[in-house]
């Protein structure tokens, strides 16, 4: 009998033509971040970055997005391999997450804790329900959040919240994460409001919004001097696109908010 995968990543065309990803959580009954769930996971991300969409939607099943980390990943691990792990997850799930050309919504609908979080930070945009609650809980075992939660969290929420978010271990609910600015927007319905973010980003230019996460992750590497030398480059490459082309000619024809892109 073939186990069911921890995962599941569909792709669609919206009515605007534009290819939209969604990879879901899906391994009950908790979400858990076992072996199968990172191996599923690293699995889609590589799918992703070899064949990118023009925006991805992460998403979770079932009553939690996630409950963490399953502990029995760090059951007896010594030094050289714990740094490994961390080693392995940046490189193939939260520097390829980030990495993707194109939008990354994260829609939490329920309480999403440790890895599911550090992944949440990663991407691009994040919504969540009223009733969800985030968590980096990772000092009920001695340990500190590794998979990038810390400075992803300082960065959207400044250092002394990422402090205290990190060290007490408590949740905190969505109308929280949203006045410190690391939630984007909370809906009742989460799941449609992310679903039709993600459809309006994928009908956009992409290649302009690529060039968007270039210039900020310019910035986050180097500040806001390294962010300028590099956005004529990453900018004027634009005007080689077809979108910018035909945004500009429909601009000038027939006016603002009229034109339609291919992601070309």
């Known amino acids: 009998m073939t186990e069911t995968k921890a995962t599941r990543l569909e792709r669609e065309i919206t009515d605007g033509g534009a290819e939209v990803a969604t990879l879901t959580l899906a391994h009950p009954p908790l979400n858990l971040f076992d072996r199968a769930m990172l191996d599923a996971l ?13 925006a991805v939607l992460l998403r979770a099943e079932g009553k939690l997005v996630s409950g963490g980390v399953d502990v029995h990943v760090f059951d007896g691990l ?67 959040p590794s998979m990038g939660g810390p400075q992803r969290l300082a960065e959207r929420a400044g250092s002394g919240r990422a402090r205290e978010f990190v060290m007490t271990g408590d949740l905190y609910p969505a109308a929280t994460m949203a006045e410190w600015g690391v939630v984007n927007a909370v809906h009742d319905d989460v799941d449609t409001a992310a679903r039709e973010l993600t459809h309006r980003l994928a009908q956009g230019p992409t290649v302009a919004h690529a060039a968007t996460k270039k210039i900020i992750e310019a910035w986050r590497s ?23 082309k035909g945004a500009v000619r429909s601009f000038l024809e027939v006016g603002p908010g009229k034109a339609s892109y291919t992601g070309r």
């Not at 690293?42 to 023009?54: C, K, V």
């Not at 997850?89 to 599911?116: D, K, M, N, R, Y």
């Not at 004529?232 to 077809?242: N, Y």
Request: with cysteine; net charge negative.
């Open 42 to 54: 690293i699995d889609d991300i590589a799918e992703l970055s070899a064949n990118p969409p023009r």
């Open 78 to 144: 010594s030094v050289e391999q714990g740094a490994e792990l961390w080693r392995t997850l940046f490189a193939q799930i939260i520097h390829p997450v980030e990495a993707l050309p194109c939008p990354v919504v994260f829609a939490a609908h329920g309480l999403t804790l440790t890895a599911a979080f550090e992944i949440a930070l990663a991407c691009d945009i994040i919504l969540a329900a009223p009733k969800a609650k985030f968590g980096l809980v990772e000092t009920v075992v001695g340990l500190t």
């Open 222 to 244: 180097g500040g806001v001097a390294h962010a300028d030398s590099v956005t004529p480059e990453v900018s004027g490459a634009l005007f080689d696109t077809a979108d910018l």
